[in-house]
């Protein structure tokens, strides 16, 4: 069977493979992007390595608003939330190089020819580099000196020309690739060679949707649904998915701070990655915590819910299932009594349920957590202004106890702070931010004048507004007595 004209448009004009007809139509969220060329991640990392965050939070480069996580908290330096893309499956190629003898004996136009073929392509060098290469020099004593204006012009020219030489070359690469697939997807003795086929041409169309070639980023939908449905349980099946995961998290990343669609879509995506392949949890389940993270750093708070909780129902015995269970016990925090108590730093015992009759703010904050630190005068700016109104539980999370008093004494803290005693509960071992999944400084709760938690999502941003908003209908009852 062939496909129909829906099934795949590859853009360099339509190709019918012998597969199955595909099944449908599924649009890609945004087909109008602009990538820099500098911020394509670079996929030759063939690392199974996946991170827990993928995008920044609100305001990224705003030292006001960023947030630290939990594996940058104690650095000096704002937090990294920009891992590269995640790896693919790298399914066995034909070796790239094989002596000259033995490639005069590929048929040519053979899938073996074909795959070699791509292979020469890809690697093939950029005219600067090769450029490089003859005028290399062991005198690095220029390196530092700033490009004339006529130089920039060059190297933007030159940049400029090896992007549309490298476009060039993924459409030959794809043509090579959709002939080798046609070739041997009916065979399964071919099986091999027809997945390292669909493999060159997936991290080719990858490469141009991330140049906002909406051509690819529509392929890319359509190789999901088509190879899934060939043979789901295929390492073709479970790239297509994958590589369609790495689009939408890459544009997450890109984009996810100011248009919430592609953020959107990598929840969908991992969702789907994650269910459709049970046996691919090692990457499934970093995949969710990524989409997961994303959203609630970017303000979507029901996609964040989503993922959190397919990672609690079905990953619950992970690490990162764990804290799903309890991220998912914070954010379901709205609306309920507040059960907090723990040691003073001064002695005694805090419970913020004795503190009915005002607001209460729970601040979860270490000293060397720098997005706390550059929040802080503001922090302390609100927080006085609203003195009458408002009454501030701090839960640290240093692990010394001097420097928490050297820290509180140099800003003026007289805040309340429940700080462990046993020293083995301190930091992230903190069972307060263990038992809420607080994964990020500060993290923030408002409680209202009942105890009721009011509001989970908090910075210095909306912070002010949110006491007043949350206060307005108390006030309003204390005039009407």
Request: hydrophobic share 35%.
């Amino acid at each position: 069977m062939r496909f129909a004209r829906t099934a795949w448009n590859f853009g360099c004009g339509l190709m019918f493979l012998t597969v199955f007809v595909g099944c449908g139509t599924q649009s890609a969220p945004v087909t109008e992007i602009n990538v820099n060329e500098q911020s394509v991640a670079d996929r030759a990392d063939a690392s199974n390595g996946l991170p827990l965050l993928a995008v920044p939070g609100p305001d990224d480069g705003n030292s006001s608003g960023n947030k630290v996580t939990r594996t940058a908290a104690t650095s000096k330096s704002g937090p990294t939330l920009l891992p590269k893309i995640f790896g693919k499956k790298t399914p066995q190629e034909l070796p790239p190089e094989d002596a000259p003898a033995n490639e005069t004996q590929l048929e040519k136009g053979s899938p073996e020819w074909l795959l070699r073929e791509i292979q020469r392509v890809r690697l093939l060098p950029l005219p600067h580099e090769a450029m490089s290469e003859e005028n290399e020099s062991d005198d690095s004593d220029d390196e530092d000196v700033p490009l004339t204006p006529a130089q920039e012009k060059k190297l933007a020219e030159e940049i400029d020309r090896n992007r549309g030489i490298r476009r060039e070359r993924n459409i030959q690469i794809i043509k090579l690739a959709e002939e080798c697939i046609q070739k041997t997807n009916k065979n399964p003795e071919q099986e091999a060679l027809f997945t390292a086929a669909v493999h060159s041409l997936l991290d080719a169309r990858l490469q141009m949707a991330l140049q906002s070639d909406s051509t690819s980023i529509e392929a890319l939908y359509e190789a999901d649904k088509v190879f899934f449905q060939r043979n789901p349980k295929s390492e073709s099946a479970a790239e297509a998915a994958l590589t369609l995961v790495n689009l939408t998290h890459a544009n997450g990343r890109r984009y996810g701070h100011t248009d919430p669609r592609w953020l959107k879509e990598f929840s969908k995506q991992a969702q789907s990655y994650a269910s459709r392949f049970p046996d691919e949890s090692p990457r499934s389940v970093p995949l969710l915590m990524a989409a997961a993270r994303s959203c609630e750093l970017n303000g979507q708070p029901e996609e964040a819910r989503a993922c959190y909780s397919a990672l609690a129902a079905g990953f619950k015995d992970t690490p990162h299932g764990q804290l799903a269970v309890n991220v998912l016990r914070r954010l379901q925090l709205k609306g309920q009594e507040l059960e907090l108590t723990g040691p003073g730093i001064d002695g005694g015992e805090i419970n913020v349920k004795s503190m009915k009759g005002k607001m209460v703010l729970v601040v979860f904050w270490a000293s060397n957590a720098q997005p706390f630190v550059q929040q802080l005068p503001k922090l302390l700016e609100i927080t006085s202004k609203y003195r009458k109104y408002v009454s501030v539980v701090g839960v640290n999370m240093d692990t010394d106890e001097k420097t928490v008093d050297a820290f509180a004494e140099t800003n003026r803290l007289d805040w309340l702070q429940i700080f462990p005693e046993n020293p083995q509960q301190r930091g992230w071992n903190s069972p307060h931010a263990i038992h809420f999944g607080v994964n990020t400084l500060p993290t923030m709760f408002l409680l209202d004048p009942n105890g009721i938690v009011a509001e989970t999502n908090l910075d210095v941003l909306n912070l002010e507004a949110k006491i007043r908003e949350v206060y307005a209908p108390f006030r309003a009852k204390a005039a009407a007595k």
